[in-house]
């Protein structure tokens, strides 16, 4: 059912906890769905030089989490805003049909986290920060 690469994330996930005084936060999620996914960003001269998140939901939502993180380190802001739920799948070697969501919401988290920043720091947001992590219910992803 899920990849050895799910499996790792999600009994050894990568850059789980809180930054202090994070440059971005971002919180996506629905609590009736049961995922919700904080992402704390640290960034300078516009590259995310810390992540780290806390997720609340099943063992894909924890992996599509780890992994969206592991992606987005040391990238610059435009890479990041670049991640799609897509990359983070095939970097996970897959997902079932049923899971693709959580994909969703890590994208969806990372884009939060972004807006957050750009808020904070004056900027206008220029991208598409996608819904609130209504899982499927918009019938978007």
Do not use: Q, W
């Not at 005084?21 to 516009?46: P, T």
């Not at 004056?122 to 209504?134: A, N, S």
């Amino acid at each position: 059912m899920y990849s050895e690469k799910v499996m790792d994330h999600f009994t050894n996930p990568r850059n789980v906890g809180e930054i202090e005084n994070a440059d971005g936060i971002g919180e996506v999620g629905n609590a009736k769905c049961g995922d919700i996914m904080r992402m704390y960003l640290k960034i300078d001269n516009d590259i995310i030089t810390d992540v780290k998140f806390k997720t609340f939901g099943c063992g894909a939502a924890i992996a599509t989490s780890s992994m969206a993180t592991e992606l987005i380190k040391g990238k610059s802001i435009k890479d990041a805003l670049k991640l799609t739920n897509s990359a983070v799948v095939e970097a996970l070697d897959g997902l079932p049909p049923v899971k693709i969501h959580c994909s969703v919401l890590a994208e969806e988290a990372v884009k939060a986290a972004l807006a957050d920043y750009y808020r904070k720091t004056g900027r206008e947001i220029d991208f598409d920060t996608g819904c609130d992590g209504c899982c499927d219910a918009c019938g978007k992803h």
